[in-house]
């Protein structure tokens, strides 16, 4: 702080004893970072593929690594978890409730997949992942899409409620093809592409409070089903 590192609605803060009023929407800068104060932190990060949803990953470089460093020092994880090979929507908080409420199995919330196949689509495969398809490691749980639609000769769109580990490749495979490619465009109606812009591989923004009430309120229709 002494050196300046600190700047509060443009104002250079050297006194590490100055008194702020940490009114909700302050705009403050630390560094080269410029941030907003918000008592809870929501944002939404275009994960590439070759990262972990992990603090302490294995093999590759963590997604933390990809958002300012104030982020974990408010302790602000994941929801939910996309693997290594799958990039997209990937949403952060450090709100517990909030991230309670959108994990739990009870509240379901539409999560958009693109998968890219290995062998060429036809309306059967559709069909039948809209009717459901039982996966190969779990005999007699059959999981279905919601929504299914063929975008390109190799390419479909798939929209499910659960979270099963790895569940839209397992579900391809047991449909009879490959899923090659996959991307995550929307969680919970938070889109990569919403907001106006499109955000870019690696590319994090916040997530307003009128989209949190969107997202709420999604889930608890969806429990209500």
């Given amino acids: 702080i002494e050196t300046g590192y600190l700047h509060v609605e443009g104002e250079d803060i050297t006194d590490p004893n100055t008194k702020l009023e940490p009114t909700e929407g302050l705009p403050y800068r630390v560094g080269d970072d410029e941030f907003q104060f918000r008592s809870k932190a929501t944002v939404l990060l275009n994960k590439p593929v070759g990262y ?4 302490k990953p294995r093999d590759n470089p963590t997604v933390f690594e990809l958002l300012p460093a104030i982020f974990q020092e408010r302790k602000m994880q994941p929801v939910g978890r996309l693997d290594v090979e799958t990039s997209g929507a990937l949403l952060f908080t450090d709100d517990g409730q909030l991230n309670h409420a959108l994990c739990s199995p009870k509240r379901g919330k539409d999560k958009v997949y693109v998968a890219t196949c290995k062998h060429a689509l036809d309306d059967s495969i559709i069909q039948t992942l809209l009717r459901g398809v039982e996966l190969k490691d779990e005999p007699g749980v059959i999981v279905r899409a919601t929504a299914a639609e063929k975008l390109a000769d190799d390419k479909l769109s798939l929209t499910l409620v659960e979270g099963k580990y790895h569940q839209v490749r397992r579900m391809i495979a047991a449909a009879g093809n490959r899923c090659e490619a996959l ?15 499109q955000l870019g591989e690696g590319q994090w923004r916040w997530v307003g409070e009128e989209e949190l009430v969107q997202v709420l309120a999604q889930s608890k229709t969806q429990k209500a089903d």
């Fill in 183 to 197: 991307h995550r465009s929307s969680f919970a109606g938070l889109e990569i592409g919403a907001e106006g812009e």
């Fill in 52 to 55: 972990e949803c992990s603090q």
